[in-house]
């Protein structure tokens, strides 16, 4: 069984900081990893994804995730946090060539103040 | 090309009623999958239809039923509604291993 790890429930950041969100995910067969980010009360956005190939994926609004096998790790970054940026961040994962089924960490709130 | 789109945005239903959700895929996504969201349990798969067949299936109650139709839309329904049941319901289309998502339906049992 697929499953994700999102460390920290909460981080808060000053606008024009570093912007890291962790990730962890287990998996018995290669995985397709995602981040999405949810407004209040709108859907979810898709950020970047990991297929195959190049392992440093680069995303919309300047977010990069760096698909790690050997750490099981698909953590978020950017390198300048924007009042726009707060947010809830889902990490996903689904299995490669399997059926559409994402399973998602719990989430992290990023709060970004002036 | 428009969205995923899902009506209706909010719905109040009353226990032991039972709804129906609708969701239209981007144009040309054949994959249709349904998840619910919650404070406690986070994001939770329903279930995925793919050219009008489940294909798989989450850790529901019967009561949580779908379908798809020849031209890719899907619709969810709840029967016999509980109040655990409140819950953002999201549609997803996809094409490839990505998926995308509608607004969500905000159901609230009372």
């Known amino acids: 069984a697929q499953s994700v790890t999102q460390l920290g429930s909460h981080v808060s950041v000053s606008e024009g900081a570093l912007v890291l969100l962790r990730c962890n995910y287990s998996?018995?067969?290669?995985?397709?990893l995602f981040w999405y980010v949810q407004y209040p009360n709108q859907g979810l956005q898709l950020l970047l994804k990991?297929?195959?190939?190049?392992?440093l994926v680069k995303g919309i609004n300047g977010f990069e995730a760096e698909f790690k096998k050997s750490e099981t790790s698909f953590h978020l970054t950017k390198p300048s946090a924007h009042m726009s940026d707060a947010a809830e961040y889902f990490c996903a994962v689904s299995e490669s060539g399997g059926f559409q089924k994402l399973v998602f960490g719990t989430g992290t709130r990023l709060l970004v103040s002036p | 090309k428009a969205g995923v789109t899902q009506t209706p945005r909010y719905l109040i239903k009353t226990r032991g009623q039972q709804v129906t959700l609708s969701c239209s895929p981007i144009s040309g996504h054949r994959s249709v999958s349904w998840y619910q969201q919650t404070p406690g349990q986070g994001l939770q798969f329903l279930f995925e239809?793919?050219?009008?067949?489940?294909?798989n299936k989450g850790n529901f109650p019967g009561r949580f039923s779908g379908r798809q139709f020849s031209n890719s839309r899907s619709e969810m329904n709840v029967s016999t509604l509980e109040l655990g049941d409140s819950a953002l319901y999201l549609c997803?289309?996809?094409?490839?291993?990505?998926?995308?998502f509608g607004q969500g339906t905000r159901l609230t049992v009372v």
């Open positions: 997803a289309s996809s094409f490839g291993p990505e998926a995308f």
């Open positions: 990991y297929t195959t190939g190049a392992t």
């Open positions: 998996s018995s067969v290669p995985p397709y």
């Open positions: 239809y793919f050219s009008e067949t489940q294909r």
